[in-house]
């Protein structure tokens, strides 16, 4: 994409703000108009937090229940960050949680073989890459709707890491001394190493969605796919691409959850696949594309994760958990379309 | 261009089309659907490759031609309905597919703001201050998105601008405001393309009418020389037999010269 860049106007323009003289009302309109969601979702996850610390205020008023949820949220929070992007422009990715099989497979085998633990690391993430550019592929050049094809490799991905392994765990107890352990599921001044990269990957996917070309053809991809090929954007790839950011980041999270338990199995992965959709759709990303903020994931996932802990602590059984996770999801994706049909 | 064709599958789009626009010519092309009107744009501005035949800039032929391509040579097509993204907002349409940016990728937010008011100021001719940079897209009328996409396609330099069904779901006060709009094209030294089915919005602006029928040129007249009623008569001739009995006007020149074929 080497258009030359045209002169600028506003260069030879006198330097006036636009509009001027615009009224303190229409600024708080235009305010409300393109952050209404983002302040809707942040109203809602203030309001579950207060709930939780109005029942259970010996339990969310002290710290330990935070080191809790630093440490579990980001095992499916971490997916959910590129997953914003693919729902962004219009996509699905359903295999991600048999990618974080897939690419401990490949750890495994690696580690096991060589006893190299970053090198172990560094394959699981391209295994990742390999699985996300099989997605895009399917989809792109074989013209399956994203829906249907990852259903399939949710299903194809998982197969292979049990043929593959036979099955069978592994114990990676001997990882823990490496400096890869410690960089990844290890402790930075008391907080979890995989909050930092859930926080790293928000604050990486947030730049490359909203101040990256790539994010800018994300966008229209997901807002209109004609106008993003009339206007000369190169489709196919922005979508293999997003996959792959996928497939990687879940390779990634994989082994996060693997190395946070000392353990590799080949289940890895299962049970995360509705976090961290819940997460993506509470934070107001629409699914019909062309709409959505990392912002609005990052507090769903933080909303999502702390329902569990905080219904036991608040004397609920656990029972309630799934009924409260629904209450949760319908109440919030209400709240934005509300907020949609009034600001939007 | 000279002597194109293009398949889809089964369906003879177009079938040995000659078609020229002039340095700073205004050109309608109509036809009835299904006509090619669509196809023969869409080869112009490199989304499609002709089967056969060739498609030439300044006289000039130009291979595999691809929608950047395209543009580099000045094209800008305008689509009726698909040249904005409704969701996003004004200045990232106007972008779109060329933002600015540093040299790893990274938009210059602020630069596309304030080009993208000054472009406001001065070309599209929003007054009201409720409309920013900001603004998202599917707050404007249909007039108001023709123009910004009119607006669009002058600012990043465009020779020819093409113009897909522009006039359509437009109020009478938008479609003169559109009308002016390709005036200021060809005031600007341009040249434009206007595909229409409709020989009324064309009548006004066009130094040229082609007429196409079924994939194939089947009139070429000047409405300088015409009365609109004479031309909604050629034009439901050719609808009914896919010929005009009246001769095209003075030979309407094919252009020849390096100069002013594409």
């Known amino acids: 994409m080497s258009t030359p860049e045209p002169p600028l106007l506003s260069d030879l323009a006198p330097a006036a703000g636009y509009g001027g003289g615009v009224s303190l009302r229409r600024d708080s309109r235009r305010f409300m108009r393109t952050f209404a969601g983002q302040i809707g979702i942040t109203a809602a996850f203030l309001l579950l937090w207060l709930a939780f610390v109005v029942s259970a205020p010996e339990t969310f008023l002290?710290?330990?229940?935070?080191?809790?949820?630093?440490?579990?949220?980001?095992?499916?929070?971490?997916?959910?960050?590129?997953?914003?992007?693919?729902?962004?422009?219009?996509?699905?990715?359903?295999?991600?949680?048999?990618?974080?099989?897939?690419?401990?497979?490949?750890?495994?085998?690696?580690?096991?073989?060589?006893?190299?633990?970053?090198l172990a690391l560094f394959v699981a993430l391209l295994v990742g890459a390999a699985a996300g550019i099989f997605n895009g592929l399917v989809i792109v050049y074989a013209g399956v709707p994203a829906l249907v094809a990852t259903i399939g490799t949710l299903f194809l991905f998982r197969g292979l890491s049990l043929v593959i392994m036979g099955g069978r765990n592994a114990t990676l107890g001997a990882t823990t001394g490496s400096y890869a352990y410690k960089a990844t599921v290890g402790k930075f001044l008391n907080i979890p190493a995989q909050f930092l990269w859930l926080l790293g990957f928000a604050v990486v996917m947030w730049v490359l969605l909203n101040r990256h070309r790539f994010g800018a053809a994300v966008y229209v991809l997901g807002d209109n796919a004609e106008t993003a090929a009339l206007q000369g954007i190169k489709t196919n790839r922005v979508r293999i691409v997003l996959f792959v950011l996928v497939g990687v980041s879940a390779a990634f999270a994989g082994v996060l959850s693997s190395l946070f338990i000392v353990s590799f199995f080949p289940s890895v992965g299962e049970g995360q696949l509705l976090p961290a959709l819940a997460a993506v759709f509470v934070g107001g990303t629409s699914v019909f594309g062309g709409k959505g903020t990392i912002w609005g994931t990052l507090l769903g996932a933080f909303m999502i994760g702390t329902i569990n802990a905080g219904i036991v602590a608040s004397g609920l059984t656990g029972f309630y958990t799934q009924f409260i996770y629904g209450s949760v999801i319908i109440v919030s994706v209400s709240i934005h379309a509300q907020v949609q049909r009034r600001f939007g | 261009m000279r002597g194109v064709s293009k398949k889809f599958a089964e369906m003879q789009a177009l079938t040995n089309v000659d078609f020229s626009l002039g340095r700073n010519e205004i050109v309608g092309l109509i036809g009835d659907n299904g006509a090619g009107k669509s196809t023969l744009i869409k080869l112009i501005c490199g989304y499609h490759q002709p089967d056969e035949g060739q498609v030439l800039f300044d006289g000039r032929p130009v291979k595999n031609l691809t929608v950047e391509g395209a543009r580099q040579l000045g094209v800008e097509a305008v689509y009726q309905e698909r040249a904005l993204a409704d969701l996003q907002t004004l200045w990232r349409n106007i972008f779109i597919g060329r933002e600015l940016h540093t040299r790893g990728g990274f938009l210059r937010v602020g630069a596309m703001r304030r080009e993208t008011a000054a472009l406001m100021r001065e070309s599209m001719g929003f007054t009201s201050t409720a409309v920013t940079p900001e603004s998202f897209v599917k707050t404007f009328?249909?007039?108001?998105?023709?123009?910004?996409?009119?607006?669009?396609?002058?600012?990043?330099?465009?020779?020819?601008?093409?113009?897909?069904?522009?006039?359509?779901?437009?109020?009478?006060?938008?479609?003169?405001?559109l009308i002016a709009f390709v005036r200021s094209i060809k005031a600007a030294g341009k040249s434009a393309i206007l595909i229409d089915h409709n020989i009324f919005h064309v009548y006004e602006v066009a130094d040229r009418v082609v007429v196409l029928d079924r994939g194939t040129v089947a009139g070429q007249f000047r409405p300088k020389n015409r009365t609109v009623g004479e031309l909604t008569e050629i034009m439901r001739e050719i609808a009914e037999t896919g010929k005009s009995s009246v001769a095209d006007d003075e030979h309407v020149d094919i252009p020849e010269t390096a100069e002013d074929a594409l």
């Open chain 1, 62 to 118: 002290s710290g330990k229940i935070y080191s809790a949820y630093a440490a579990t949220i980001p095992l499916f929070g971490i997916v959910a960050m590129p997953l914003t992007l693919v729902i962004v422009a219009g996509e699905i990715d359903l295999s991600f949680p048999s990618t974080m099989a897939l690419g401990m497979v490949g750890f495994v085998l690696v580690w096991e073989n060589t006893g190299n633990v970053p």
């Open chain 2, 141 to 177: 009328s249909g007039g108001e998105k023709q123009g910004i996409a009119i607006v669009r396609a002058l600012y990043f330099d465009a020779d020819i601008v093409i113009l897909d069904e522009p006039a359509v779901g437009l109020s009478v006060k938008e479609t003169d405001r």
